[in-house]
C-alpha cells in the first residue's frame, strides 16, 4: 500500500506559502505557509498533520489489540502534542505526547496499560518517527 500527498510551495521560506493535496481529496490545496506554522493564521502545517497521524494511527492500533483481546471499545480518544524545537540552524520534532481517555467496558487496567502500551509502540507512525513518544493513558468508567 502507498499513500501519496503533494506539496507545492511559492517564494521564500518566510514570505512564501503553498498548498497541500491528498490523493484522497480530503486535503486539496489546504494552504500552509511561516504564519500557518509558526504563527496562527488559518491553514495546516506538517507538524498539526503529523499529529493527526499519530492519534489516529495509535488510536486504530489500540482498537484492534482491544478487539483481539475479546472486547469492543465504547470510545477511544486520543490526542497527540508533536513539539518542534529549535535544532542548530533549524528545527526538529523531538516529542509526541498522546493523551488517551477510553471507555472499554469489561477491561481492567492492568490489562488496558499493556493493550495501550504495545499500541504505543507499534503502530506504524510511531515507529516511523524518530522522537520521544509520551503516552498517559486512562480508561474512564
Request: hydrophobic content about 40%.
Amino acid at each position: 500500500m502507498i499513500r501519496k500527498a503533494r506539496a507545492v510551495w511559492r517564494g521564500t521560506g518566510k514570505d512564501g506559502n503553498g498548498d497541500l493535496t491528498t490523493d484522497s481529496g480530503v486535503l486539496s490545496a489546504t494552504p500552509y505557509s511561516f504564519k500557518t506554522r509558526f504563527e496562527s493564521e488559518p491553514g495546516t502545517n506538517p507538524e498539526e498533520l503529523i499529529a493527526a497521524a499519530h492519534a489516529g494511527c495509535f488510536t486504530m492500533q489500540l482498537a484492534f489489540l482491544i478487539q483481539r483481546a475479546g472486547l469492543e471499545p465504547e470510545e477511544l480518544s486520543t490526542e497527540a502534542a508533536v513539539s518542534l524545537v529549535p535544532d542548530g540552524q533549524g528545527f526538529k520534532i523531538d516529542r509526541s505526547a498522546l493523551t488517551l481517555r477510553a471507555k472499554v467496558p469489561g477491561l481492567d487496567q492492568a490489562k488496558f496499560d499493556e493493550l495501550a502500551g504495545v499500541a504505543e509502540k507499534s503502530c506504524p507512525v510511531s515507529r516511523l518517527l524518530n522522537a520521544e513518544i509520551t503516552l498517559d493513558a486512562k480508561l474512564e468508567s
